[in-house]
């Protein structure tokens, strides 16, 4: 499967944005999605993650309760909705499809990755 990431932009602290991620492909569905981020000079970092069917999720300590990671399998997409965005959330971040579990994705057993879109957190 191939991933493109999209939505990524500058914003003020406290502001929202919506990232994207189209999927090319006919298997996007049996895949557990998640999205990573990377800041500049830090390690890649697990975000969120979602089931195949979108029942379940799992999200880092540090986004929980600001971000919404979903997916819409007839369009072959993957979301994440940021709110209450704060400077620490700024990072290129990455959609990424894996074979498994939440847990796959978590480990970072990933299959395949997106090409990343930068967002930018003003104070």
């Known amino acids: 499967v191939q991933l493109q990431a999209s939505g990524g932009g500058l914003v003020q602290a406290g502001g929202s944005l919506r990232l994207s991620c189209a999927a090319s492909g006919r298997t996007f569905s049996s895949y557990v999605m998640g999205w990573f981020r990377q800041a500049p000079g830090k390690e890649r970092e697990f975000v969120a993650a979602i089931s195949w069917s979108g029942g379940s999720t799992y999200y880092a300590d540090s986004v929980k309760g600001r971000f919404t990671i979903s997916r819409d399998n007839a369009k072959n997409t993957l979301y994440l909705q940021m709110n209450s965005l704060k400077p620490e959330d700024t990072a290129v971040y990455y959609c990424?499809?894996?074979?498994?579990?939440?847990?796959?994705?978590?480990?970072?057993?990933?299959?395949?990755w997106g090409q990343g879109t930068q967002v930018t957190v003003s104070s």
């Open positions: 990424a499809a894996a074979d498994g579990t939440l847990k796959t994705v978590i480990d970072r057993q990933i299959g395949f």
